[in-house]
């Protein structure tokens, strides 16, 4: 059984920092990516941040600079580190895995997602 489960959304002034926290259940033979996106209302879900399985990271242009991307030495952990946090930041963000796992096969697997909203 897959599932990715998010913590760590909530309310923040501008300027404040939040840590995204997606702990993966499941057992994967391979993973190809993982990484946090993000969508606001009106908008198209966005790549946040992505690692692949050469960790390579990727970040958005918009929270590059002010955002990390980390993962558990048991690699069953990802973490997103947002600091200096904009009201553009606020979205719905959610932790995605694509890779292959025991039950599930090949696919992408996604969390249900947090809040994160910064407003003054």
């Known amino acids: 059984q897959v599932q990715l489960v998010e913590s760590g959304g909530g309310l923040v002034q501008p300027g404040g920092s939040l840590k995204l926290s997606c702990v993966v259940f499941g057992s994967f033979v391979s993973v190809v990516g993982m990484g946090w996106y993000r969508q606001a209302p009106g908008k198209h879900r966005e790549s946040v941040a992505v690692?692949?399985?050469?960790?390579?990271?990727t970040y958005a242009d918009s929270v590059n600079g002010r955002f990390t991307l980390s993962k558990g030495n048991a690699k069953n952990t990802v973490y997103l580190q947002m600091n200096s946090l904009k009201p553009e930041d606020t979205a719905f963000y959610s932790c995605h895995v694509r890779g292959y796992e025991e039950s599930g096969g090949w696919g992408d697997f996604w969390g249900q997602g947090t809040q994160v909203t910064v407003s003054s």
């Open positions: 690692v692949t399985s050469t960790s390579n990271i």
